[in-house]
């Protein structure tokens, strides 16, 4: 009968580490109640996090290795009205905006669980519309870089030609990111509204029912795209 | 454990937590056969065009050889387009041929059936996935046919060299190389998401984690380790790409080419190093670690006998899997970096030898008094454990910096990964073939050929690889078009490469016979049974052979043991399947 008691079919729960990798491997779920969307997406954020930290440390790896100087963040980034130019006053009306989506997000994925339909429907709006502005900003910054400033890929008269490359680089992957989750949030905010959630009608392309748990997994997304941001505005602009 | 009273046969796991799978069921003929949704038709598509590319680089290496034996015989192969083949040669076999093959391919058909689940937790994802990667071989393709040619960096795609003129396929080779890698990654991604979620989310009632079969786990820590390393490529794949299209100087120092200084200025070469072997030396397990637990499977299955510290094979494969990221720069020796690097990654290198010889004595001891069948899939696990144990002790040589310093870019390497990570996983991915085919086409393969195909391909790998390891200590480099009319090799080096090349000619073609077996068998093969092994695991205990989209029959099986009961006392048969309730089993 020993064979028949093999693996964690013991009735008794467990203290400590032990108990700790008994519910991690136990029936069916390693987590429990979680949606596999949801699992999906985390795991998926963790192997973003690698994509990102990988470009986060080659940008510091070409910062120490060149030999010109770097240009100074403060004075590159600065924007003028008028009077003596504000450093970095952009970037802090764009982190402003994209933290502000993520509240709204954070909202939406409540008001979804409660299946207020028209709420959702709305703070999904408001936090695409957010995005999409953080996007045209970044257009605009991009903009004044190259057509003003004559930053390109390949150089910049300020210094190590690497600023360019790097800036352009990694603010346009993660400009990437928030452009798909505006996509995205879009869609969502049709589907919210067509009421697809509810009546968990089937996705255009899977085939199938989609519920008021995708907005949660969205969140997760939107919220992760927030976060890279703060990282590559500690890295780009304050350092 | 008297206290689990079964009133039925469930009673003994806990009630389902997951509805059932909406299973899409498409009626067109492609949506049945081209884009389908049925992970197990997925697996073949992963499979075939893997083997289809892998074909490829195998006359690529043919080539090779031939240049390598008789270098002034066969014109048509000059330094330039024998760089290509050795770079070609390389990159597919590693990425488009191992990886989709044990993870999109066995990963695919295997982990819903062994875990007891429908299908993948999302089939369309799937399918989407197999096509993404079957544009990356396109694009792979496409580069042999471009101005220029492919790409003949060597498979590490170094820069600076891999971009400056002088190299073959500086024009568009590498570029098409580059992209065709970042369409691969991101099809993987969405492959490999689905695999790590259905294992950790779907399984079937009473499918523990630790019931799993270690295939499943083989393949699941693989996948994770994919995920988290081929990130490292994608993004020095972006940049290279910037470094030739946009010219930025990632990788690129100030630098000297064709008498003209370059364009770049200020970047770091060895960085492109990091971040190749952050994912290469994780890759390397990637492929290693689905054998590991297929083979662990097999040779259970063969030997009727469970396998040896299953918890330890399970830990072992994890801690491998951890331990493969803090291993890269040992690949980066003589690169010029800090010594105390070397030190530290010498030293990391050898600690992750202890789980891989546990694993390897395990194996052994499996073997060990079981009642060993010599079935096709048992050679080949043999012949496994015979290339992996030779492979592994050369990794010690170059494992250690001061040792690996001057065996560095000779024979001696190539000997060490083809015996470690490229034959042994192969010999696994035939025996595994051979093991499943029953399963996969509900026909039996040529007994004869079969046989045929495993010595031919055991002794020829041998005769293959193991002279090269003499060669590399004599000092032959890698790589090299042509070693004749240099002073300090001898004459005999010459003809130790000519018959190498005679033996990997042979080897090749016996894969051609492997190949006719598969296909002329799934329509001429003896009619096979649901369980031709007497295996345990769930797979064989399918309604339909082969299995039907949704896998199983109108109830999924519940699980009530691990996935090796294999010759238990006082049962009369030998195995008892995993879907076999206690109380059940003396019958």
């Known amino acids: 009968m020993s064979t028949e008691t093999m693996g964690s079919d013991s009735l008794e729960l467990k203290s400590g580490l032990a108990g700790f990798f008994d519910d991690w491997s136990s029936d069916q779920r390693a987590f429990k109640g979680v949606p596999w969307g949801k699992a999906m997406m985390w795991i998926f954020l963790v192997s973003d996090t690698f994509i990102f930290g990988c470009f986060l440390a080659s940008y510091m790896t070409v910062r120490m290795s060149t030999l010109d100087p770097w240009p100074s963040?403060?004075?590159?980034?600065?924007?003028?009205?008028?009077?003596?130019?504000?450093?970095?006053?952009?970037?802090?009306?764009?982190?402003?905006?994209?933290?502000?989506?993520?509240?709204?997000?954070?909202?939406?994925?409540n008001y979804g669980y409660r299946k207020n339909k028209w709420v959702t429907f709305w703070l999904l709006l408001a936090t695409a519309l957010l995005g999409a502005t953080f996007v045209g900003m970044q257009v605009f910054e991009w903009s004044k870089l190259i057509f003003e400033e004559g930053v390109r890929p390949w150089g910049n008269p300020m210094g190590a030609a690497q600023f360019g490359s790097v800036f352009f680089m990694v603010t346009g992957f993660h400009g990437f990111h928030?452009?798909?989750?505006?996509?995205?949030?879009?869609?969502?905010?049709?589907?919210?509204?067509?009421?697809?959630?509810?009546?968990?009608?089937?996705?255009?392309?899977?085939?199938?029912?989609?519920?008021?748990?995708?907005?949660?997994?969205?969140?997760?997304?939107?919220?992760?795209?927030?976060?890279?941001?703060?990282?590559?505005?500690?890295?780009?602009?304050?350092? | 454990m008297m206290e689990h009273i079964a009133h039925d046969e469930t009673s003994f796991v806990r009630p389902a937590e997951i509805g059932e799978m909406e299973l899409y069921h498409p009626k067109t003929w492609l949506g049945k056969y081209v884009f389908s949704q049925d992970a197990k038709t997925i697996a073949i598509q992963y499979a075939a065009t893997a083997i289809a590319i892998g074909m490829v680089a195998l006359v690529l290496s043919w080539l090779m050889r031939l240049q390598l034996a008789w270098p002034n015989i066969f014109n048509f192969i000059d330094p330039a387009y024998y760089l290509q083949a050795v770079t070609m040669h390389g990159m597919i076999m590693v990425v488009y041929l191992l990886t989709a093959l044990f993870l999109g391919g066995f990963g695919n058909y295997l982990i819903p059936l062994m875990v007891g689940a429908r299908d993948m937790v999302f089939p369309w994802l799937n399918m989407i996935s197999f096509w993404v990667y079957f544009t990356a071989v396109v694009l792979l393709a496409a580069s042999f046919f471009v101005g220029g040619g492919s790409t003949g960096a060597g498979w590490t795609l170094y820069p600076p060299q891999a971009i400056l003129p002088g190299t073959p396929g500086s024009e568009a080779g590498i570029l098409l190389m580059l992209a065709s890698l970042a369409v691969f990654i991101i099809g993987f991604t969405m492959g490999?998401?689905?695999?790590?979620?259905?294992?950790?989310?779907?399984?079937?009632?009473?499918?523990?984690?630790?019931?799993?079969?270690?295939?499943?786990?083989?393949?699941?820590?693989?996948?994770?380790?994919?995920?988290?390393?081929?990130?490292?490529?994608?993004?020095?794949?972006?940049?290279?790409?910037?470094?030739?299209?946009?010219?930025?100087?990632?990788?690129?120092?100030?630098?000297?080419?064709m008498g003209n200084e370059a364009d770049h200025v200020g970047g770091n070469p060895l960085l492109f190093q990091h971040l190749f072997w952050f994912f290469g030396h994780p890759e390397v397990y990637i492929v290693a670690l689905p054998a590991f637990g297929i083979v662990?499977?097999?040779?259970?299955?063969?030997?009727?006998?469970?396998?040896?510290?299953?918890?330890?094979?399970?830990?072992?494969?994890?801690?491998?899997?951890?331990?493969?990221?803090?291993?890269?720069?040992?690949?980066?020796?003589?690169?010029?970096?800090?010594?105390?690097?070397?030190?530290?990654?010498?030293?990391?290198?050898?600690?992750?030898?202890?789980?891989?010889?546990l694993k390897v004595y395990n194996w052994v001891l499996t073997l060990w008094q079981g009642n060993?069948?010599?079935?096709?899939?048992?050679?080949?696990?043999?012949?496994?454990?015979?290339?992996?144990?030779?492979?592994?002790?050369?990794?010690?040589?170059?494992?250690?910096?001061?040792?690996?310093?001057?065996?560095?870019?000779?024979?001696?390497?190539?000997?060490?990964?083809?015996?470690?990570?490229?034959?042994?996983?192969?010999?696994?991915?035939?025996?595994a073939i051979y093991h499943w085919?029953?399963?996969?086409?509900?026909?039996?393969?040529?007994?004869?050929?079969?046989?045929?195909?495993?010595?031919?391909?055991?002794?020829?790998?041998?005769?293959?690889?193991?002279?090269?390891?003499?060669?590399?200590?004599?000092?032959?480099?890698?790589?090299?078009?042509e070693i004749s009319g240099t002073t300090f090799l001898p004459d005999s080096a010459q003809s130790v490469n000519a018959s190498i090349t005679i033996a990997a000619l042979v080897v090749g073609f016996a894969q051609l016979v492997f190949l006719y077996n598969l296909i002329v068998s799934a329509f001429n093969?003896?009619?096979?049974?649901?369980?031709?092994?007497?295996?345990?695991?769930?797979?064989?205990?399918?309604?339909?052979?082969?299995?039907?989209?949704?896998?199983?029959?109108?109830?999924?099986?519940?699980?009530?043991?691990?996935?090796?009961?294999?010759?238990?006392?006082?049962?009369?048969?030998?195995f008892i399947p995993q879907n076999v309730p206690p109380g059940n089993a003396q019958a």
């Open chain 2, 192 to 257: 490999g998401l689905n695999y790590v979620v259905t294992i950790l989310q779907a399984r079937t009632r009473g499918m523990t984690l630790m019931r799993m079969p270690l295939t499943v786990w083989g393949i699941f820590v693989a996948t994770v380790l994919a995920l988290f390393a081929f990130p490292a490529l994608f993004v020095s794949a972006i940049m290279m790409s910037l470094d030739v299209l946009l010219g930025t100087s990632f990788f690129m120092p100030a630098i000297m080419t």
């Open chain 1, 178 to 239: 928030v452009s798909i989750g505006v996509i995205f949030l879009f869609i969502f905010s049709y589907k919210v509204a067509r009421g697809h959630l509810e009546t968990q009608q089937a996705g255009w392309f899977t085939k199938r029912g989609g519920n008021y748990e995708e907005i949660e997994i969205l969140g997760l997304y939107w919220h992760f795209v927030d976060l890279v941001w703060v990282f590559i505005f500690a890295f780009f602009y304050l350092w």
């Open chain 1, 73 to 109: 963040a403060s004075e590159v980034f600065a924007l003028s009205f008028g009077g003596d130019p504000i450093p970095l006053i952009l970037i802090a009306i764009m982190t402003f905006v994209l933290i502000t989506s993520s509240g709204t997000m954070a909202l939406a994925v």
């Open chain 2, 525 to 574: 093969g003896r009619q096979a049974s649901g369980n031709p092994w007497n295996a345990t695991t769930l797979e064989w205990q399918t309604e339909h052979t082969p299995p039907e989209h949704g896998n199983f029959g109108k109830e999924l099986p519940c699980v009530y043991r691990w996935a090796y009961d294999y010759s238990v006392p006082g049962v009369e048969e030998d």
């Open chain 2, 437 to 481: 085919y029953p399963k996969i086409t509900g026909r039996w393969y040529h007994e004869g050929m079969a046989r045929f195909h495993f010595w031919v391909t055991f002794v020829g790998s041998y005769l293959v690889f193991l002279p090269m390891h003499y060669l590399g200590i004599m000092g032959v480099p890698r790589r090299y078009f």
């Open chain 2, 296 to 357: 662990s499977d097999l040779i259970s299955v063969h030997a009727r006998k469970n396998i040896f510290g299953y918890r330890m094979m399970v830990w072992a494969i994890v801690v491998i899997g951890a331990l493969s990221f803090v291993v890269w720069a040992h690949h980066m020796y003589v690169s010029g970096m800090n010594p105390y690097f070397g030190f530290f990654f010498a030293t990391t290198t050898l600690i992750i030898a202890v789980p891989t010889a």
């Open chain 2, 372 to 431: 060993i069948h010599f079935t096709v899939p048992m050679l080949f696990s043999i012949a496994f454990l015979l290339f992996f144990i030779n492979g592994g002790m050369t990794g010690l040589f170059l494992g250690n910096a001061t040792v690996s310093m001057p065996l560095s870019d000779t024979l001696f390497v190539v000997a060490h990964f083809h015996m470690v990570m490229a034959v042994a996983p192969v010999m696994v991915v035939c025996g």
